[in-house]
């Protein structure tokens, strides 16, 4: 009885969703128009609370939800960190006048978010960052710098964590702050990658200003603030947690607002039968029957298995489901669904570079280039799939949170001579580790001998 009524809710949400589409897109609004309509009617954000711009849908749903509206054809929710961290976050911890200040803005795309977390010498520690925040008057003076910032560089707004009170425990003396990323004193500087794209950036703060009013959750309350924003980061971009991209950029930075909407929708990928991503297994399937590879009975069992581990992630996301309203829960579904996640992304990317072969390594920098390589080589070269491929590679985590919440050693303390010529013949051995284990499999890929 209980995967019946499932499937009649799930019928019911998609049939209530494209009836609303039918009435309501429109491909020659603009964006900021469009998201302005979907944003209101309570389905770009659909897990938000009914009263904040959402229709309290579960997770599952909510993915349902974006699933309709791609399949409807038409430009899906505003993407980026503030509709997947910073509006949830707010939902739970903001005051009434914080959620009517910054909900509505971020469920209709009007701004963009970036997340302030991770420093040079905080990451993994991340209780022990050293961004100061002190009080002046009724707002609250930052200096610091963070790193690995996404899409700073096109944001309007920050969530920040700063030190408050540096003479209390670490974990108490942190505040969780709401930062205009566009007044004087905010320095951004993109880290360039391989790809040649800068998602991520360096950003330094000299002299900024928050309002206290700005702060969410409450004065060095920002720890447990900050552990929601990470739970939230946890399901969302874990597998099937439905925390994609779109392809227009929120905010007022991109300069996505104020064009075309249907604009948006000319195929990205590679393939006419959809399936999001370039590296889908639509997508990825489609590219090897046209290029010859899905001969190679590797290739095919690679795709099986990649399309293994999505069903697993989607059906484990029912099963929550289903638990949810008998009151139960899967215990650290979150941690679970982000390394998933990992592994999905991990094995998409290298079956991509073994489905192009040689032509994996064709890879662009600009927009026009790209192009100009697909054309040059009768579209065998396809700029969203190598751009995969020349990502970093996914950081293999062993640990449930993200980031950690203590800093003890195994080997004591890590300051004395000692504990260090321990560390260094440790890293030593681990180095050497390593290293042969990439010899072995290099030695293994040989041996196989088929690339593409």
């Known amino acids: 009885m209980t995967a019946t009524t499932d499937a009649v809710a799930a019928d019911d949400v998609t049939a209530e969703v494209t009836a609303w589409l039918e009435e309501n897109w429109d491909p020659d609004l603009t964006v900021e128009e469009w998201w302005d309509r979907l944003g209101r009617s309570g389905w770009a954000v659909p897990t938000w609370p009914v009263e904040w711009y959402g229709k309290g849908l579960s997770r599952s749903e909510g993915v349902r939800v ?40 971020i469920a209709t795309g009007k701004k963009a978010w970036c997340q302030l977390f991770s420093e040079p010498g905080a990451g993994s520690d991340l209780a022990g960052l050293n961004t100061r925040a002190e009080l002046d008057g009724d707002e609250w003076v930052v200096n610091g710098q963070k790193v690995w910032t996404s899409g700073g560089h096109w944001s309007d707004l920050g969530i920040l964590l700063a030190r408050t009170d540096p003479d209390v425990p670490k974990h108490q003396g942190i505040t969780y702050f709401a930062l205009d990323m566009h007044q004087p004193g905010v320095e951004i500087r993109p880290l360039r990658e391989l790809t040649g794209r800068a998602m991520f950036n360096e950003v330094f703060l000299t002299d900024v200003r928050v309002p206290d009013d700005a702060a969410i959750g409450g004065i060095n309350n920002g720890w447990a603030v900050a552990n929601t924003t990470l739970m939230f980061e946890r399901s ?19 300069g996505d607002l104020v064009r075309r909407a249907g604009d948006f929708l000319r195929t990205r990928d590679l393939t006419d039968g959809g399936g999001g991503s370039p590296t889908s297994v639509q997508n990825l399937s489609a590219l090897a029957r046209g290029n010859g590879t899905i001969a190679n009975a590797d290739i095919r069992q690679q795709l099986a298995q990649l399309y293994t581990m999505n069903e697993i992630a989607r059906y484990t996301n029912l099963r929550q489901r289903a638990l949810a309203r008998a009151g139960g829960e899967i215990p650290g579904l979150g941690n679970i669904a982000k390394l998933s996640m990992s592994r999905i992304l991990r094995l998409s990317r290298d079956l991509s570079g073994r489905i192009l072969g040689p032509y994996a390594t064709l890879h662009a920098y600009q927009a026009g280039d790209s192009e100009a390589l697909a054309a040059a080589t009768d579209g065998a070269v396809q700029p969203g799939v190598t751009n995969r491929c020349c990502s970093p590679r996914p950081r293999r985590s062993t640990a449930a949170p993200t980031r950690s919440n203590t800093t003890s050693s195994a080997s004591g303390c890590s300051g004395c001579p000692r504990s260090r010529a321990r560390t260094r013949a440790s890293r030593s051995g681990s180095c050497r580790r390593t290293v042969e284990r990439r010899e072995r499999a290099r030695a293994a890929d040989d041996r196989r001998g088929d690339f593409g």
């Open 66 to 105: 974006m699933q309709t509206i791609s399949a409807f054809g038409a430009l899906g929710a505003p993407g980026g960190l503030g509709t997947l961290l910073a509006g949830p976050t707010i939902a739970v911890h903001g005051t009434e006048d914080q959620k009517e200040r910054y909900l509505l803005d």
């Open 236 to 254: 969302g971009l874990g597998a099937g947690g439905g925390g994609g991209s779109v392809a227009a950029l929120p905010g007022t930075v991109g």
